[in-house]
């Protein structure tokens, strides 16, 4: 029997209408577009509207996907959400969305890995496939954290912004996603954390993100480096080999500088960071469909992913196209 491969077929995002610039933000937070410019690379990002849910969001980003993949509802049979932002405390959003897609009987549920939520959905998935245990998958991420963001911190609430990205991932008889590399360490887990929980119709605790944001900063850096080169070696690959590298959408800075180190230039380094901020497990989704749709990424293109999040939770993925 041959060998089966998972390999990307389409990819769909969604950002929610409303885009609230810099200036805009620094009329009620006080910061100002200087400031978030020059330390993240964020011009602006988009906010859900009251009645947007993070199914919502990754209902039009799959049905765009879908869509590119040349795919209907009847074709899923596995459906994966990243979210740290559900609709609710149970059933997954994946199931939320599953009925919204009108897709009947697919596997569905979440992943929980923040901002590297995709890359551990997109491991999972590959894994299903490989096995035979699936054929066509959805992997979302989506995210709302405009809900959980403290308006009173200034130095979390600029950096955070909402949407969703997917890709339909099929079994192939040619190679398409080549490896993942997935890592974590809960000793890190109050770097970056929403801690509140429910507890007897109650909220204990915060549930606002709270973030360590130098500690995550320089962790970041050394993460991505580490997974990049452990994903390169895994395929016998040099950075030169690499045709973009797509890391976790956080702050322009620490991706420039993980890619320094990679010796990866910088034509190479894809940037969505400015438009839309931090977006958590949708970021590396989003990033992949502005690439795609805007011609960046063509077939037989290498693709290197890297995220890093919450937990700490970080992992890579290379793809080829
Ligand atoms: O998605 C998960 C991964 N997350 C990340 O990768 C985020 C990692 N961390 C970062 O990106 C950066 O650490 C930040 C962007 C969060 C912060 O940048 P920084 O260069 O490390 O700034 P800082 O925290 O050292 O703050 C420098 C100054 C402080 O003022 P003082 O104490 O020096 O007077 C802050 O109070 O900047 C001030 N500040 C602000 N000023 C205007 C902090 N936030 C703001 C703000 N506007 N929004």
Redesign the pocket.
Known sequence: MSEVFARIAGTGSYLPARCVTNDEL?KT????DE??FS??GIRERHYAADNESASDLALIACQRAMKAARVDANDIDLIIVATSTPDMVFPSTACILQDKLGVKEAIAFDVQA??AGFVYGLATAEKFIRTGAAKCTLVVGTEVFSRIMNWQD???????GDGAGAVVLKASTEPGILSTHLHADGSYRQA?CAPGTVENGKIRGSPMLT???????KF?VKAFEDVAWEALHANGLQPDAIDWFIC?Q??Q??IMHAAKRLAMPDDKVVITVDRHG?T?AA?IPLALDVSVREGKIKPGQIVLMAA???GFAWGAAIAKW
Not at 211 to 217: H, Q
């Open positions: 620094s937070v006080d910061t100002s400031w978030i330390r993240t923040v901002c200034r130095t979390t609430c600029v950096l955070f970056l973030m360590e944001g130098g500690a995550v900063y970041a976790h956080a702050n800075r620490i931090n958590s970021s890093l999040g919450g």
